[in-house]
Structures are given as C-alpha cells and as structure tokens.
C-alpha cells in the first residue's frame, strides 16, 4: 500500500522541540517534493518546508526559517521537520505531502500529527 505516516507530534512548552517523522511506504522518495503542511482549524493550510529528495533542495516559510530544519533518512525512507523554538504559533495539525517531481499538485498526504506548543 501507498502512503506516508506522520509521528513525533505532542505537548511541548514554548521554546522546546519536536522532531516530526514522515515515513513512506509503497513507493520511495527518489523522484518526489516531500512537503510539510500544518493547518489549524478555521484557517487555510499553511507550507511550512518541503524538500526535493533528488537534488536536496529545500524551501522554508519565513514563519519557521532559522528554527525548522528539514532532513531525510534514505535508508529508512524518512523524512524529518525538526522543529526548535517552538512558538505557541506553531500549534497545528502537521502534514507530509508527496508531489512527483513535475507534477502539479501533491497527490499522497498522510493523516497528520497534532503538535501543541503551550506558553
């Protein structure tokens, strides 16, 4: 089966860390965008970080540039947002997408894991 799992989300105080896991199974990252989401109800989902496997490019929204990190683990078919300096503003729902590289849209998403940052 096709899909990504998303883990490490939790409760985590204002300033701390988490390190969110995307692993993906069916299919391996080689010609794929892997992207972070984060969505809060009410209000539209947000990009956080995404990464290109083949190449290693990565983008960051300004909202997280200098304390997220975006990583991959080839070996185990992973991606990681390592997330530091955690701010209330970062409580979400987070998501990991999958885009085929030259595709329009990302197409595989996984279910989400819920990050809280309390202040």
């Known amino acids: 089966e096709v899909q990504l799992v998303e883990s490490g989300g939790g409760l985590v105080q204002a300033g701390g860390s988490l390190r969110l896991s995307c692993a993906a199974s069916?299919?391996?990252?080689?010609?794929?965008?892997i992207g972070w989401f984060r969505q809060v109800p009410g209000k539209e989902r947000e990009g956080v970080s995404c990464m290109t496997y083949s190449d290693g490019d990565t983008y960051y929204a300004d909202s997280v540039k200098g304390r997220f990190t975006i990583s991959s683990d080839g070996a185990k078919n992973t991606v990681y947002l390592q997330m530091d300096s955690l701010k209330p503003d970062d409580t979400a729902t987070y998501y990991c997408?999958?885009?085929?590289?030259?595709?329009?849209?990302?197409?595989?998403w996984g279910q989400g894991t819920q990050v809280t940052v309390s202040s």
């Open positions: 069916g299919f391996t990252f080689d010609d794929y965008t």
């Open positions: 997408a999958a885009q085929r590289v030259g595709a329009r849209d990302y197409d595989l």
